[in-house]
């Protein structure tokens, strides 16, 4: 699949000079809200992504999400698999929760799904959670990979920036590799290109 192909065709592929999660910036910028907003487009990318998942045998219980920008993406993988859908939310102390009457069975095994993964720092909270209440952590998975980390089948090794563990699978529609720069450093900056905005949720 050309996912950079499918960014583009839902205008989700952004240029111009942002301010990524992680404090760096970049000259491009992933929406994928965007691609997200048509659910039949949305199932065909998850379908993808379940068949991966399930070709390589791994068996799972539940999807969950980190909310915000995981939560479209899990819910479609979910119907993908036929498996539950849940999610965890921000704990206001740098961690994840389980909230709203969501619960975990000991055991029960897990997929950790987001939208994108960057260096995999939110995934990892989460998946810290559902250890917490005894669940399983047993892959992750995201529509793209954002070039830190390794993904099942994925030509690129991960970097020393990815926070995922490396025993435990990613599985990914594709690699996006894309500059990245410090604030000190950006020549975006440097150009004069005016101050990085964060679209991810400012506008
Ligand atoms: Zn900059």
Redesign the pocket.
């Known amino acids: 699949m050309n996912l950079e192909q499918v960014y583009k065709d839902a205008n989700a592929l952004l240029e111009g000079?942002f301010l990524l999660a992680s404090g760096n910036?970049s000259a491009r910028y992933l929406q994928s809200a965007k691609v997200l907003e048509y659910p039949s487009k949305a199932s065909k990318l998850t379908d993808a992504l379940a068949k991966l998942i399930t070709d390589a045998g791994i068996e799972v219980d539940t999807v969950c999400a980190p909310a915000l920008g995981g939560v479209l993406a899990g819910y479609e993988l979910a119907r993908s698999l036929d498996v539950r859908s849940i999610f965890v939310e921000k704990d206001g102390e740098g961690g994840m929760v389980l909230r709203r009457g969501f619960e975990i069975t000991p055991g029960e095994k897990v997929i950790i799904c987001e939208d994108i993964i960057t260096t995999g720092g939110s995934a990892l909270k989460a998946a810290q959670a559902i250890e917490a209440l005894g669940g399983e952590v047993v892959a992750f998975a995201s529509l793209a990979n954002r070039g830190f980390c390794k993904r099942v089948g994925g030509a690129q090794e991960a970097k020393i920036e990815c926070k995922l563990p490396a025993d435990k699978p990613l599985f990914s529609l594709d690699d996006f590799t894309f500059e990245m720069?410090s604030?000190d450093e950006?020549p975006?900056?440097k150009a004069g290109m005016g101050e990085?905005v964060k679209p991810g949720s400012k506008g």
Do not use: G, S
Request: glycine letters at 0%; hydrophobic letters at 25%; aromatic letters at 12%.
């Open positions: 000079h910036h720069y604030p950006c975006l900056c990085a």
